[in-house]
């Protein structure tokens, strides 16, 4: 059983990319759709969809050849989970990177919660 089902999608997405997969499979959960859902916003995967109640399907994105996703490493973790208020906010790589956060409006990019003034945990960092 997988104790970090955000871990498990993340990891399987960055060895996808280094493997030059078109597609990759993960566990079909409420978090991971609303992840996605930011990431095809972002522009780092093209799209996602359901193959059954229990697996999604990423259509990862190449622009030369290469990975849109250069970095995409998690943050809070199970063990220890990493909080931070609206204030606290820092550009990741000089605001071209996104930090993904899961906040009481839903999980979003890092400066939507700062547009919105909200604070959450801090899920993952992409660039």
Known sequence: ????????????????QSAKFKTVKVMNRKLTRAILDVLVAEGYITSYKAIDDFTL??????????????????????GCR??????????????LGTVVLSTSHGVMADYAA???????ELLFRVF
Do not use: C, H, Q
Not at 1 to 16: E, P
Not at 57 to 78: M, Q
Not at 82 to 95: D, M, Q
């Open 82 to 95: 990493r909080y931070a208020s609206v204030n606290s906010f820092k550009p990741y790589f000089n605001g």
């Open 1 to 16: 059983m997988i104790s970090d089902k955000i871990g498990d999608a993340l990891t399987r997405i960055r060895n996808g």
């Open 57 to 78: 399907e990423i259509t990862l994105k190449y622009v030369n050849n290469e990975g849109a996703i250069k970095i995409i490493e998690r943050i809070s973790k199970p």
């Open 114 to 120: 700062k547009s919105k003034n909200i604070g959450g």
